[in-house]
């Protein structure tokens, strides 16, 4: 029985990890020092704490303690507050998980324990549906043959089912000690190495064999496994690390504006402390009412001063800008979430914005680089066409028609004929390959077979074969049952050569009933074609139908075997054994294997997949590109293919001039010198060939600079880039190359798991919820169900948040420095003591897009002229109402040019033209301003006084803003003329007619 199985358990390193997890930051006694820690490396928020420090000291305070402490308060508990509110969740979440319970071995039973008590070690009994608390080795199963099967939403986003099989020893036979050695524990999902001995016998472990934590059990009714990795070093919690943080191009420029603020202030205090010593020392003397009884020198009372006015110019410093930004962003983030018009009905998907701080930076997109496949088209795939023997089968216009299972139609009648008279065996080749090399599983529910396939590719070619009467039916541990035209078949299946990117390729070895071993493969054409017999007689006419297959944007797959005799494959598989249980290298060590066989190949035919494109995705690329956005397509597929997808989707047309990657001879040249660096710096000798090889080195990495510079350069002149046979990683590279070298803000969009890092690598990643499962979806920053929102995502939410942000950067310094400045001017008699059009015309006109791409509503010119405005302003409000007080007399005799009445006048003044300016009311302020002075405002000359004030300060923005509309229109200006006089035309006109 399972109860009696011993496993000795060595985990690298010599530990034992418990199963608890740990997701939240604080505890009840760390958040308040750890919090106001992280907020006070805000520069703005240290700021304030030195100036609540300075006026506790009564020589320099020059405001009372409170005025800081406040507003400073605030900041920092709104801040705590969302951070606690987001941590208590952590805690309730690692709670709810570490208290769940399953069934594991104590003193010889099966008993309920918490999954935080777990280790390392532990035989644990799960049912169906269930999660997997820990990455288990699976032992065995209810399902013959130890079958288990696994949902991995929890991990990728994926609900259907994969299959998982243990080994058949652990099935069957263990039932006493052994030895399990295996990898460390690391992120890698799809990848498992480990060896389990057992009788003076290596079994290889792969990630076939592991059940991961947070999987759930799906149709088997129990199974039982040993604990490999628990808590902390489960692969998925080693997925869970921190994400890298992306900022946008207007964060990292408010940072660097408010340094430079401080730099103003500091001089600016530095300037005024000087001035008030300079005045300390001729006039000071002479002022006796304003004697303090303090006797300190005139350059210690300027070293006071200059303290006083880093206190008294506080307002200066944007305390609350990085909180009221993160409103903004927030409020933003909403509008997208709210947005029907991005909404898919057909999945129930609705646009979600999984971050709140890239919003702006969605208005300033340079280069969008897509995926192809799911992204561009639907990603569901149907059987076509194909290729047998050189001879091409299927009809794009419909004629007559194959048997229909569900959906599936083909339509050509002489291929069924072909099939039913079994006179070409390359064709029962052909359609049995199809329905052997694969990794798809059974799942039969009411009597009804059906597929659960891992792409949508396996189970259109399965779906295919099973049409044309070759049937999949099962399999286990060590055979496959095919029913082949109605005659059921069992074939020992002797090896899986796994597919992979980088291998783009996949193998299976079976035994007929005869005896027979045979391979099958099936695999891109172009690593195919590298290993097929040179005396391939259908060779030439394969190729022909593949580039016509392409032509149609069809997507294609070789397919062929090879006969292998008894002693081949013995001494095969011996070299196959070795490699599989190794202990490092395994990956290495077994493409090494499997290169060995998979040679000499005879070219059965191709298959051709439709997979057609999404809808809107020609207008969509249309619109995007007319907004000066360069669109980027990485795809895996042919050239060719490649190439007519562009056509199809508008990315290319008749007019456009193409250039071909070969053509530029820079992948050869690099390969080339790779390789001779290699061999040559393998063992140095002396110290003067190691500086020689160094060099060397140096050289190599400077000419691959200089490459890749080039190719950058080059493509970012063309109108449209497709990179055709990519991996993921490449995709990823071509990323991080445009935004090294090019300094662009990049996007990438896709919808499954080969385009995760892209997605990661670029500033702002958006996934769609597509047939590839949620992984690029739980990676993005934004999400939704088809391409053709993201023209919406970029030219209406993109572009309206960066208008908005920018708007609000401009007034808020702006605002500051009117406020701010009015106190340096007093100091020279004091002693020195909005949306633009709405979301159709964004669509309708793509070029309005073009203004956040070139930054024109926010950088550094715009920061010093909103400087220099609030400066002007400043200037008005102080010196108009200083001069209208300087020698006044009121109507009842009193003169009002006391200080109140000026510093009334003056604050006034500001709010109303700050308010009129940008149409943002502070009635709190004026109403506290009003209610301290009630004998200044019954003067008439005051509100005589404010109203000049206000119009010196607005007529010339008014008329700047009059001419700039008239004569030096923006594209959104001419877009907005341009609907008025429609409108205006247009109701002339129905007035004319009625």
Known sequence: SVVSLHLLWFLPGGCEAGNAIKTYKYNPI???????????????????????????????????????????????????????????????????????????????RFKNTKWKDIKVGDIIRLKKNTFVPADILLLSSSEPNSLCYVETAELDGETNLKFKMALEVTDKYLQEESLIECEEPNNRLDKFTGTLFWRNTSYALD?????????????????????????????????????????????????YMVYTIFLVLILLSAGLAIGHTYWEQQIGNSSWYLYDAEDYSPPYRGFLNFWGYIIVLNTMVPISLYVSVEVIRLGQSYFINWDLQ????????????????????????????SDKTGTLTQNIM??????????????????????????????????????????????????????????????????????????????????AARNFGYVFLSRTQNTITISEMGIEKTYDVLAILDFNSDRKRMSVIVRDCNGNIRLYCKGADTVIYERLHPRNVKREATEEALDVFANETLRTLCLCYKDISDDEFEAWNKKFMEASVATTNRDEALDKVYEEIEKNLILLGATAIEDKLQDGVPETISKLSKADIKIWVLTGDKKETAENIGFSCDLLTDETTICYGEDIRQVKSTKN??????????????????????????????????????????????????????????????????????????????????????????????????QEGMQAVMSSDYSFGQFRYLQRLLLVHGRWSYIRMCKFLRYFFYKNFAFTLVHIWYSFFNGFSAQDVSDKLSLRFPRLYVLGQKDLLFNYKKFFLSLLHGAITSLIIFFIPYGAYLQTMGQDGEAPSDYQSFAITAASSLVFVIDLSYVALHLNTLLMSLGTAPNALRQPYLWLTMALTIAVCLLPVVAQRFLSMTIWPSESDRVSKGLCYFQHMFTYRHRYWY
């Not at 216009?397 to 004929?417: M, S």
């Not at 039913?420 to 199809?434: A, C, T």
């Open 30 to 108: 760390t958040f308040l020092p750890l919090n106001l820690f992280e907020q006070f490396k805000r520069a703005a928020n240290f700021y304030f704490l030195v100036l609540l420090i300075l006026q506790a000291i009564p020589q320099i305070s020059t405001l009372s303690w409170y005025t800081t402490l406040v507003p400073l308060l605030l900041v920092l508990g709104i801040t705590a507050v969302k951070d606690l509110v987001d941590d208590i969740a952590r805690h309730k979440m690692d709670n709810e998980v570490n208290n769940r319970t399953c069934e594991v071995i104590r003193d010889g």
């Open 207 to 255: 990630a076939d064999k592991i059940l991961l934590r947070g999987c759930k059990i799906r149709n088997t009714d129990f199974c039982h496994g040993v604990v490999v990795f628990a808590g902390a070093d489960t692969k998925i919690m080693k997925n869970s690390g921190k994400t890298k943080f992306k900022r946008t191009k207007i964060d990292s420029l408010m940072n």
């Open 342 to 369: 991005m909404y898919y009905s057909e999945k129930d998907t609705a646009a979600k914005a999984r971050t709140t701080t890239l919003n702006e930076q969605l208005g300033q997109i340079h280069y969008i680089f």
């Open 382 to 463: 149907t059987f076509k066409k194909c290729c047998i023997n050189g001879q091409r089968y299927g009809k794009s216009v419909p004629c007559c028609c194959t048997p229909r299972h569900g959906k599936f139609l083909f339509y050509d009648h002489y291929l069924i004929e072909q099939i039913k008279s079994r006179k070409d065996p390359e064709i029962q080749k052909f359609f049995l390959l199809l329905a052997i090399c694969h990794t798809v599983m059974v799942d039969v529910s009411d009597g009804q077979i059906n597929y659960q396939a891992a792409s949508p590719d396996e189970g259109a070619l399965v779906t």
């Open 673 to 770: 010198f790779c390789k001779k660096k290699k061999l040559k710096l393998k063992f140095p000798r002396t110290a003067e060939e190691k500086q020689k090889q160094i060099e060397k080195r140096r050289k190599a990495e400077a000419y691959k600079e200089q490459q890749q510079k080039n190719f950058v350069d080059l493509a970012c002149e063309c109108k449209a880039v497709i990179c055709c046979r990519v991996t993921p990683k490449q995709k990823a590279m071509v990323v991080e190359l445009v935004k090294k070298y090019k300094k662009a803000i990049t996007l990438a969009i896709g919808d499954g798991a080969n385009d995760v890092n892209m997605i990661k690598t670029a500033h702002i990643g958006v996934g769609i919820s597509g």
